[in-house]
C-alpha cells in the first residue's frame, strides 16, 4: 500500500519532467558537440591529450564542489528554509562559496606548477613514449584548470536553486558548457587547434555559472564576506561532506586508472573508453539524473519534518520510474551501439576504426546503465536523509574492486584477443552493479522497507516489455544490417521506443497509466 502523499509524488514527478526536458535538451546540445569535435579531431593523439588533460579539472571541481558539496550543503541548506531560518541559510551559502573558491584557486595553481609531473607519473605515463604528445597535455591541463573554479560555484548556485525547487535553469546549464565547447571548436579551433576546444571549455564553464545568476538574484538572498567557522551549519556541511568527499576521491581514481591504462593500449584507446562513458551517459542523465534531482528536495523535506512513510514511497516511486526508462535504454545502446555511433560520429576525421573501438567500450558500458541509474537514485536518497557515511563506504569498496577489475579485465581482454579497452569498460559496469545492490539492501534497512513489491512489479512489467522490444531490435538489426545507419540506428531507436511504449501501455503499468491519464485531462482541457 503506498503511503506517498499525491502532493509530493505530483511534485516530483512535476519537477521530473521539467528537468527530464532541461536535461534531454542538454544531451542534444552534448551530442552536437561529440558531433563537432570527432569531426575535427576524431580518435588521434591530439584528442587523447585533451580526454586525459580535461580529467584534471573535471577532478577538481568534482571532489570539491561536485557531488560531495552537493550532497552535503543541499540538505543542510533545505533544512535551514524549512525551519524558516532564512538568514542563516544564505550565510551558510556565503561560507561555503568563500571556501569552494579559496579551495580550488589553491589547488589549481598547485597542479599548474606540477602539471609534468603529474602527467608523467601519474595520469597518462603511457604518453612519455611521445615527448610532443605529452608535452600538449601539459599545456592543456594548465589551459583548462580555470574551469574548476568555475563549475564550483556554479554547482553551489545549482544547490541554492534546488533547495527553493528551482530545477529548470539549473538543469540548463550543462547546455551552456557544451555550446562554450562548440563555439571552441568551431570558432577558436581552425586557428588555434586543439587549444581552441581547451578555452572552449572555459568558456562553457563560465556560461554554466552565469546563467543562473539572474535567477539566484530573484531569490531574495544576501552574501556574507564570511568563512563561517563558528556556524554549526558550516560544520555540518563539512561532516556530512568528508565521508562523500573520500567517496568522490575513489570514483575519480577509477578515471584515472582507466586513463592510465588506456594511454598504454593502442592510439584512440582513451579517447574510445571516454566517447563511449558519455554516450552510456546520455540516457542515465536524462532518466536518473533528472528523476534524483527532483527527488531529493522533497526527501529531505520528508525527513526534515520525520515523514518516513513518505521518505519511503517517494523513493520507491522513483525507483520504479528510474527502472522502467533505464531497462530499455540499456538493451537499445547494446543491440544498435555500432549503428549509433556510426551514425552520430562516423564522418571526417572520425573513421570506421574509430567507431569500432567506441561501439566496443559501449558494448560494456551499457551492461551497466541500470546499475548507474538506480544508484544515482539511491545514493540523493542517503543524502537527502544527512547520512553520507553510508553510500560512501559501499562505494569506496565498490571502486577498489573496480580498480582490481579494471587491470584483471583489461588483462583478460588482451589474452583473448579482445580490445582491452573492453575491460575497463566491464569492470565499471560489474563494480557498479555490486554498489547498487548493497544500497538497496542498506536503503530497505534503514527506512524499515522499500515497496519491494511494488519495485518488483513494476521491473518484472517493465523486462517482459523489454524483451520484446529486443527481440523486435534484434530482428530488424539482422534483416537492415548493413544498410544506412540513419535507417538502422535512427530507425531502431523510433521502433524500440514505440514498441516499448505499446508493451507497457499493454501490460498496465502504474506509470504509463498515469502519463496517459495526464495526457487525456490535458487534451480535454483543450478541446474544453
Known sequence: MSTETPSAGRQ???????????????QIAGLVRQIVITNAFGTGPEMDAFSAANR????LFTLVAGGALGSAFIPTFTELLTKEKKREAWRLASAVGNWVLIILIALSVLIAIFAPQIVRHILAPGFAEDPALEALTIHLVRIMLPSAALFGL????????NSHQVFFVPALTPSMYQIGMIFG????????GIDGLAWGVVMGAAAHLLLQIPTLLKQGGGYSFTLGLKMAPVREVVRLMGPRLLGVAVVQLNFWVNIRLASEMQEGSVTGVTLAFILMLMPQAAIAQSIATAAMPTLAAQYARGKLDEVRSSLAGSTRGVLLLSIPASIGLILLREPIVTLLYQRGEFTAHSTTLVAWALLWYAAGLVGHSVMEVLARAFYALHDTKTPVIVGVIAMSLNVAFSFAFAALFRQ???MPHGGLALANSLATALETIALLVLMRRRLGGLEGRRILQGALKGTAAVAVMGLVLWGWSSYFGGRSAWLVGGGGIALGGVVYGLMVVLL??????????IIQRRLQGVSG
Open 185 to 192: 571548436v568551431l570558432v577558436l579551433s581552425p586557428r588555434m
Open 154 to 161: 556554479s554547482g553551489l548556485v545549482m544547490g541554492i536553486l
Open 12 to 26: 516530483i514527478a512535476r519537477a521530473a519532467g521539467l528537468v527530464m526536458a532541461a536535461f534531454v535538451f542538454s
Open 56 to 59: 584534471v579539472a573535471e577532478t
Open 508 to 517: 498496465k503499468v502504474e506509470e504509463a497509466k498515469d502519463a496517459l491519464n
Open 416 to 418: 583473448i584477443g579482445w
